[in-house]
């Protein structure tokens, strides 16, 4: 769905997106910093489509108690028991190579 922006477009709606939540919730930014453990400047800077750490991103979500969100974002996806070995670890595919042909190439960043 995202993937025609720009990682700076990607950053600004994620900023635009997070403001909306706060305001949402009625929290002023220094109390959402408080609850946090993120200074002020981090999180309007976050809000403004900058580019902070993923920390701080995980940081803001715990304090606005959306962090489900990236659990939505990835899934624990395990293999059913046939696709684990004995010391449970995913089994791979003895012929690489065809796995490889179907796969489309890595998006350049």
Known sequence: MLDHLTNDEVMQLIGDR???IRLTQNLPIEYLAER??????????????KDVRF?????????LRKLDVLEASFPDVLPGAGGLTKRKQIRLRANRGKAHKSLPPPEKA
């Open 55 to 63: 920390s701080s991103l995980i940081k803001l979500l715990r304090g």
């Open 36 to 49: 946090s453990g993120l200074n002020r400047k981090t999180i309007l800077e976050l809000e403004a489509g």
């Open 18 to 20: 997070v403001r909306e």
